[in-house]
C-alpha cells in the first residue's frame, strides 16, 4: 500500500508545523522560559505527531481492515455463529475510531485463523454430510 498524494501533503503540512514548533522549543529553553511552558509545548508537538500518524494509518488501516473483512465474509455465507458482528462490521466500520478499528481487526484475524483452522481439519467427507 502507498500514500495517497492527498496524504502526503496532510504530512508534510504537520511536519512543517511541528518542524516550527519545535525551534519555538529551543528559543524557550535559550530564554529559560518555565518548565510548565515548554512542557506545553512539547505535548503540542506530540499531538502533532499523533496526527501525522493517524493520517498514514487511518486510511490504511480502514483499507486493510476492509480486505480482511470481505476475506472473512465470503467465509461466512450469513449463516454463521458471527454472521451479526460480521455484518455490523460491514456496514459500521468507517465510522470505528483508530482503537476500535484495531481492536476489531485483531478480532476479525482470530476469527478468520479460527475459521480457516476449522475449514482444513474437518475432512471433507465429513463437510459433504
Not at 27 to 43: C, I, W
Not at 62 to 73: G, S, T
Not at 86 to 115: G, M, Y
Amino acid at each position: 500500500m502507498t500514500i495517497s498524494q492527498k496524504e502526503k501533503r496532510e504530512i508534510v503540512k504537520r511536519l512543517h508545523h511541528i518542524k516550527g514548533q519545535l525551534g519555538g522549543i529551543e528559543k524557550m529553553l535559550d530564554d529559560d522560559r518555565s518548565v510548565k511552558e515548554v512542557y506545553a509545548q512539547l505535548k503540542a508537538v506530540e499531538k502533532g505527531l499523533h496526527q501525522a500518524i493517524y493520517v498514514v494509518m487511518d486510511d490504511q488501516l480502514k483499507k486493510h481492515f476492509a480486505e480482511v473483512l470481505a476475506e472473512r465474509l465470503a467465509l461466512c455465507p450469513g449463516d454463521c455463529d458471527d454472521a451479526e458482528r460480521l455484518q455490523f462490521l460491514r456496514n459500521e466500520f468507517t465510522k470505528l475510531n483508530l482503537k476500535e478499528l484495531i481492536d476489531e481487526l485483531a478480532w476479525l484475524r482470530n476469527s478468520l485463523n479460527s475459521v480457516k483452522t476449522v475449514n482444513i481439519t474437518i475432512p471433507k467427507e465429513v463437510r459433504k454430510r
